[in-house]
């Protein structure tokens, strides 16, 4: 999973695009991890960053900044936090990112069928179907789509 900067670009833009990759890759560990998505001690490399969020993206942001001050320009490619973030991004998609797209399609389904019926049956009239949804847990969702799968 490529990290690399834009020469071309400004280094301002360069070190956003990079504060965000570290930023959300941090969040979307946390939030699979708090969903259950794994819940066993696992091979991503996490610890190396830190014990929480807020220590890990300072531990990439020191690092960037570190590299960036000696090559003069913003880079994050060749510290050892760089190539260990390289591995957990690259992890992440694999174990995490991608797994979650293939089940994408079901849950479009459910949600599609799940506002099928909210806007077509009568209990419901006069309710918005998107503010119903809106209103529903992940879970809510799945287990009416499970259901209609069964029914």
Known sequence: MEIKTDEFLLQEYNL????????????DYN???????????????????????RKRVENCMNALIIESAEKGQISFEQSETAIKFKRLRKWMFEKVY?????????????????????NNETFFEGCDPCLVLSLMTDQEVFQFGEFCKTA
Do not use: C, H, W
């Not at 956003?16 to 969040?27: E, G, N, Q, R």
């Not at 001690?41 to 014990?51: K, W």
């Not at 399609?105 to 506002?115: D, G, N, R, S």
């Open 16 to 27: 956003v695009m990079l504060a965000d990759k570290i930023a959300y890759t941090f969040s």
């Open 98 to 118: 991608l797994p979650i797209n293939d089940t994408y399609i079901v849950q479009k389904a459910y949600l599609e069928y799940l506002f099928e019926f909210l």
């Open 31 to 53: 939030d699979a991890k708090r969903i259950g998505y794994f819940t066993k001690v696992n091979d991503s490399g996490i610890n190396f960053f830190g014990s929480y969020q």
